[in-house]
């Protein structure tokens, strides 16, 4: 059984409050699941209690992000919220030249951007909704990082997750409703090791 050499990028986007990061990153996750890992971004976000540096985030000076634009390290990069958030090039291509998967949790603005510089083949495009607008509204509440930080980014992202979903809708190939996390979880899974090969009937 010779696996398939050629590397995927698997962009996993969704509005913030969805819980992207605990079916990625969390226990009994996707990542854990599928053994691919999530590239590390960069941001100039400030970083949270839990967060840990080099982990959930590369935390950086808006000084050094711009640094980083200038010599080119990042293979796309977008303003989420009045803050800029970058995937490292390198990491990614490394993984790429080695015939290894990445998988990349960014927004639809990246996700956009990433699609457009591979062949088809190469990028997966899953979003994952909420089962519905109150849910969300519901989780964005419960969450606790808006509310130490300011109540307008909170309402920001609100109205920016509609728009989000729309334009999935238009270029993510996949949609994947967070309901009970253990399904979606074994749905992204089930599309990954698909894609990769790993699912053969
Ligand atoms: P948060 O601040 O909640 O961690 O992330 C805010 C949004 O930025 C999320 O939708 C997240 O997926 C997105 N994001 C995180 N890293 C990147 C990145 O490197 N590029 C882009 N375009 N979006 C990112």
């Not at 590397?7 to 990542?31: E, H, M, N, W």
């Amino acid at each position: 059984m010779e696996p398939d050499k050629t590397g995927k990028i698997f962009v996993i986007s969704g509005p913030s409050g969805v819980g992207k990061s605990t079916i990625v990153r969390g226990a009994g996750g996707v990542v854990e699941k599928t053994g691919i890992p999530v590239c590390v971004s960069a941001t100039t976000r400030p970083q949270g209690k839990t967060e840990v540096n080099g982990k959930d985030y590369w935390f950086i000076t808006r000084d050094e992000f711009e640094q980083k634009i200038e010599n080119e390290e990042f293979l796309e990069y977008a303003k989420v919220f009045d803050n800029w958030y970058g995937t490292p090039k390198k990491e990614v291509e490394d993984r790429l030249a080695k015939g290894q998967s990445v998988i990349l949790e960014i927004d639809t603005q990246g996700g956009l951007s990433v699609k457009t510089l591979y062949p088809d083949a190469t990028v997966v495009m899953i979003f994952i909704l909420p089962p519905s607008n109150d849910v969300l509204q519901q989780r964005m509440s419960k969450r606790g990082r808006e509310t130490d930080v300011d109540s307008q980014i909170a309402h920001k992202r609100l109205k920016n997750a509609s728009n989000e979903i729309a334009m999935a809708w238009q270029h993510y190939e996949h949609m994947v409703i967070n309901d009970v996390l253990e399904n979606a979880i074994n749905e992204i899974t089930g599309i990954i090791k698909t894609e990769t090969g790993e699912n053969k009937e």
